[in-house]
């Protein structure tokens, strides 16, 4: 059961790995999912106007905007959350303007809430690229690659907008996980896993609100195993991430927290308590050295995960209550 809801886990948080199968969590009707950052997800993202008053007096910095994406693609909410307040406005009528791909799960279009970023550099062009400097969805997806069977759900595009420009020997590696999954799809076109919709309960969450759980299995083809090659360049690019973030102590904290709570839900699918107890461990010890710039709260966010990971049982609560849990630990970038 908990293979099944690790892959909703690795799907919304990171960018899309798994083993056998998936949990979806949405709201009844219309469906709507949380996309995070979706400056990547753009197939036309507007810039922004520099206000006059705004280059007057130099106003600068990041401006995020919460948005929701109707199944089309369009941009039919917008609203500043963040930013400098001569820069907002600019920054919300750009966000309106732009389109999306639309979404779709399980096959069905559905409505995709995140944010859109961008940075007002003074006496410059904005910048729309925001990179989502994600670490802690890095950390997940490069733990989740060491033990995949199928690179099908894995989006290299994804991970590689995480990855600054400069680093180029990250990169090739990425562009070397692009080839291996192009690869695998070529190879077997037929043996594509399928999803199918197995179950469908309602439950309520803490604020009383109905939420719909649908229990997703996706298939491997069988006979596929772990890519010898594909765990090499995940421990790589850890082993290389690790070293180039050891100057940031904020950034390399999350960045390997994620490492530690992917493996801790892939152990909590065992049988055996002694193996979900030790792979609950490391992540129990990295909570005792919470650096300072961590929201409050975040210690209790991650006992609940290493409870759930230990017990190796969810039940319909711990499913909804885990996924805000996930977004949480992703922090949006810093805002400079």
């Not at 500043?80 to 009528?93: K, Q, T, W």
Request: a positive charge; proline letters at 6%; one cysteine or more.
């Amino acid at each position: 059961m908990l293979n099944k809801f690790l892959l909703f886990i690795l799907l919304t948080t990171c960018v899309g790995l798994t083993n056998s199968a998936a949990q979806n969590v949405a709201p009844p009707a219309p469906k709507m999912i949380t996309g995070g950052v979706l400056n990547g997800k753009a197939t036309n993202l507007v810039k922004p106007a520099y206000p006059a008053a705004a280059r007057a007096v130099n106003a600068s910095g990041a401006v995020n905007v919460q948005v929701t994406i109707d199944e089309e693609g369009n941009v039919i909410s917008a609203a500043a959350v963040s930013g400098h307040p001569l820069l907002r406005a600019a920054a919300v009528e750009a966000a309106r303007a732009s389109k999306f791909s639309p979404t779709r799960l399980s096959g069905q279009p559905v409505k995709v809430t995140g944010v859109i970023v961008y940075n007002f550099v003074a006496g410059s062009t904005i910048r729309t690229e925001a990179r989502t400097a994600n670490w802690f969805q890095a950390g997940q997806t490069l733990a989740a690659l060491e033990t995949t069977r199928t690179l099908r759900f894995f989006q290299p595009s994804a991970l590689n907008y995480m990855i600054p420009e400069e680093w180029t020997s990250e990169r090739e590696q990425i562009k070397r996980l692009e080839e291996l999954k192009k690869s695998e799809i070529e190879s077997s076109p037929g043996e594509a896993p399928k999803e199918k919709v197995i179950n469908e309960s309602t439950a309520t969450d803490a604020n009383k609100n109905q939420v719909r759980t649908q229990t997703i299995i996706v298939a491997v083809p069988p006979g596929q195993k772990v890519s010898s090659e594909v765990s090499a360049i995940s421990q790589s690019l850890v082993s290389s991430i690790e070293g180039r973030l050891a100057a940031n102590e904020l950034d390399l904290w999350y960045f390997k927290l994620g490492i530690n709570v992917s493996r801790a839900l892939l152990d909590a699918d065992s049988r055996s308590s002694e193996k979900r107890i030790n792979g609950v461990k490391p992540l129990r010890e990295y909570m005792k050295n919470i650096p300072a710039g961590v929201p409050a709260g975040t210690e209790a966010d991650l006992e609940k995960i290493a409870s759930m990971a230990e017990k190796g049982i969810f039940t319909d609560q711990d499913k909804i209550e885990l996924t805000p849990i996930m977004m949480r630990l992703s922090p949006l970038p810093p805002q400079n």
